[in-house]
């Protein structure tokens, strides 16, 4: 039978109709701590559906987490999180093992992504995910929101890439919400797409550039010293910010030359 062909609601035992089905739920949470002796330990590290998680080695006394998609989502309805605490003094990476395709669903709705990250005082944790893709017909709402204790700092990378070659990209509305010692430090939002603001790929916007990134880096160190604000190429920049914390933003036509322009920036000042 097509799809056309379903009945628009489906009668319960008791002869109430549902609606849709409301698609996937799956969060996974991580939890790292100090083990005392120099490193990092995970007594929590748990997944459900597509967000499946592995354990990978890090840096020195920096535990490693991948992330490694267990089936195709977000599609049009799903919602997932991620849940990650970094207590005191801990050392954390986490990382994707393959980009992210937001896909359309079969009922129109959006599908939610959200990240949550806490830190506690003396914690590392970086954040470096491989980019997302908004697939034609998708629509995704990604929520990431990262709460640091005044001594923590936080590597965080973003990249999203509008359409799969030669595709047309869905609708992608992404806020980034940072806060230290319970202060805001950055509160930004974006929207591409079918759907998003008039002007978001004109010349004031995206100017024709499929690939979008930016790194956040928060480290108290830059109070005494901030990198100089500039810029990093012909579309890509570092702002310095009061927090203290630096973002570099960037531009490019594709996803791997936006990764080019990141780690360059991660290269050029040690991060």
């Known amino acids: 039978m097509s799809p056309t062909a ?3 609601a489906l009668p319960t035992a008791t002869g109430a109709p ?25 007594p929590l590290l748990a997944g459900e559906g597509p967000l499946a998680l592995r354990r990978t080695r890090g840096g020195p006394g920096e535990a490693g987490v991948m992330l490694v998609g267990a089936m195709s989502a977000p599609l049009g309805g799903d919602h997932l999180r991620i849940e990650a605490t970094a207590g005191p003094g801990a ?45 034609r017909g998708s629509d ?19 990249e999203q890439v509008l359409g799969r070659t030669g595709e047309a990209p869905g609708l992608l509305r992404a806020r980034l919400t940072v806060n230290r010692d319970g202060r805001p430090l950055l509160e ?18 995206l100017a024709g550039h499929r690939a979008l990134g930016q790194l956040l880096v928060v480290d108290p160190e830059f109070a ?26 960037a531009l490019a036509p594709d996803a791997l030359r936006l990764r080019e322009l990141l780690d360059s920036a991660c290269a050029a000042y040690g991060w």
């Open 6 to 8: 379903l009945p628009a």
């Open 188 to 205: 930004q939002e974006l929207a591409c797409g079918p759907g998003a603001p008039a002007g978001w790929d004109g010349p004031a916007g």
């Open 18 to 42: 549902t609606g849709p089905p409301a698609g996937l739920r799956a969060t996974a949470r991580i939890a790292a701590a100090a083990d005392g002796r120099g490193s990092t330990a995970l």
């Open 224 to 249: 005494k010293s901030p990198p100089p604000a500039g810029l990093l190429g012909e579309f890509a920049a570092l702002t310095p910010l009061a927090g203290p914390a630096v973002l570099v933003t």
């Open 140 to 158: 995704l709402r990604v929520r990431t929101r990262a709460e640091l204790a005044p001594t923590a700092r936080l590597l965080l990378r973003e």
């Open 91 to 135: 050392r954390l990476v986490l990382r994707s093992a393959a980009a992210t395709l937001a896909l359309p669903g079969r009922h129109g709705e959006p599908a939610r992504y959200d990240v949550r990250l806490r830190l506690g005082d003396g914690a590392a944790v970086r954040w470096l995910p491989e980019p997302l893709v908004s697939v």
